[in-house]
């Protein structure tokens, strides 16, 4: 399937390594132009210089300036942003009851208010060019609360509310906006969380990891490129009538409808 996105340009913030990376990965196959972003200038750089038409940016997400930093190096590259992957690190594990001001303060700052100030940034230009595609990376915690990711499921449940409300705004101008929820996919992220959990249980990162994957239909976790495929579907035009949509990766992992 030709997904026509030769010549597009894709903005991924956090894609030095993990979901991002495997995300500009997939899309640079489609020949579309990737802007890799992440905070080791030497791991960005290395993963971009290995994709035809990339460029990569060493950049902290979480400062307040780097939104507009981030789109002004992009669009000096390759112009305007047609696709905007919205992407973020995971705050800290953590309870409920326990999470602090601060902590409720970064986690909301990096995964709901700099989401918006991109999406804020590239969403004129898509809107007059009548072509856009803005695609979250969720979590299964938006739909299923994840125990001790607090931080988690409260900031990423704000920024499913804002997508939905925004997919409806923008929808007759020819612009998308999709949630793709990943459940266990074999990550740096997921394996760090693996052995948080192991470390409360008294178990060894394996044995945490084998319990969470009898947890799965499938049976195991996921590959990234496996996630990746479906945000590059939905990024393609053959997806150009999906939207407002959250949908789950997860091999069946959340139990809700």
């Known amino acids: 399937m030709d997904l026509q996105l030769h010549g597009k340009t894709a903005l991924i913030p956090g ?46 997400l979480a400062a307040d300036a780097a939104p507009a930093d981030l789109v002004a190096a992009a669009t000096a590259r ?14 800290p594990h953590e309870n409920a009851e326990n999470v602090t001001d601060d ?16 999406t804020r940034l590239v969403l ?8 856009g595609r803005i695609l979250s990376v969720g979590s299964s915690g938006v739909q299923q609360p994840i125990p ?33 929820i990943p459940g266990r996919i074999d ?17 060894s990162a394996e044995a945490a990891r084998i319990r969470s994957e009898a947890t799965i239909p499938l049976g195991r976790y996921g590959r990234p490129e496996e ?13 150009s009538y999906v939207t407002g949509t959250q949908l789950r990766v997860d091999g069946g992992l959340v139990r809700a409808h």
């Open 78 to 91: 390759f112009g305007p942003i047609d696709i905007l992957v919205l992407n973020g690190g995971g705050p």
């Open 187 to 203: 990550t740096d992220r997921v394996a760090s969380l693996d052995r948080s959990v192991a470390a409360h249980a008294g178990l």
């Open 124 to 131: 004129p230009g898509m809107r007059e060019r009548g072509w």
């Open 103 to 118: 902590q409720v303060l970064a986690a909301v700052h990096t995964l709901l208010l700099q989401q918006i100030r991109l």
């Open 15 to 60: 894609s030095s390594s993990g979901l991002g990376l495997a995300i500009a990965r997939a899309l640079s196959a489609e020949g579309a132009n990737v802007v890799l972003c992440g905070r080791r200038t030497d791991l960005v750089e290395a993963e971009a210089a290995r994709l035809p038409n990339a460029l990569g940016i060493a950049l902290d």
């Open 227 to 239: 996630y990746a495929a479906v945000v590059t579907f939905l990024a393609g035009e053959g997806a």
């Open 148 to 180: 001790g990711l607090a931080l988690s499921n409260m900031a990423r449940a704000g920024l499913a509310g804002y997508l939905k409300t925004l997919a409806a705004e923008v929808a007759a101008d020819g612009v998308t906006v999709n949630m793709v």
